[in-house]
């Protein structure tokens, strides 16, 4: 699970290749929000990890922290876009099955109409 808290700061500190007092000041500034345990410490998940690998590439692209926090934010919205763009997709695909199953498949006899100068009287 992405989600689960599973390193102390310093450990996850270690795995990214950064200062823990870096993380400190990315959770400052908004950019990350580890968990907590009841003590207050700080303990982050696969997923804060791979934010902060996120983090970590912008920022050697030359990106200041203020555009770091855009891009992420930007990104976060085009998740959560695509996410409800994915369910919106598949209840359209079922009422487009319910549709089709309220169909009545009879077959209806068709007979073109007769021109009027070739009626017989």
Same mark, same amino acid.
């Given at each position: 699970?992405?989600?689960?808290?599973? +390193?102390?700061?310093?450990? #996850?500190?270690?795995?990214?290749?950064?200062?823990?007092?870096?993380?400190?000041? +990315?959770?400052?500034?908004?950019?990350?929000?580890?968990?907590?345990?009841?003590?207050g410490?700080?303990?982050?998940?696969? #997923?804060?990890?791979?934010?902060?690998?996120?983090?970590?590439?912008?920022?050697?692209?030359?990106?200041?922290?203020?555009?770091?926090?855009?891009?992420?934010r930007?990104?976060?919205?085009? @998740?959560?876009?695509?996410?409800?763009?994915?369910?919106?997709?598949?209840?359209? @695909?079922?009422?487009?099955?319910?549709?089709?199953?309220? +169909?009545? @498949?009879?077959?209806?006899?068709?007979?073109?109409?007769?021109?009027?100068? @070739?009626?017989?009287?």
């Open positions: 699970m992405p989600d689960r808290p599973l +390193y102390m700061i310093s450990v #996850a500190a270690e795995l990214v290749g950064m200062h823990p007092q870096t993380l400190r000041i +990315y959770e400052a500034k908004g950019l990350l929000r580890p968990a907590r345990t009841p003590g410490t700080r303990i982050y998940s696969e #997923a804060d990890l791979e934010r902060l690998r996120e983090i970590q590439r912008l920022t050697e692209l030359g990106l200041s922290l203020a555009g770091v926090e855009h891009v992420l930007l990104e976060d919205e085009l @998740r959560k876009l695509q996410g409800r763009l994915a369910r919106l997709e598949r209840e359209s @695909r079922e009422e487009i099955r319910q549709v089709h199953r309220s +169909y009545r @498949r009879e077959v209806v006899l068709y007979r073109p109409p007769q021109h009027p100068a @070739r009626r017989k009287q």
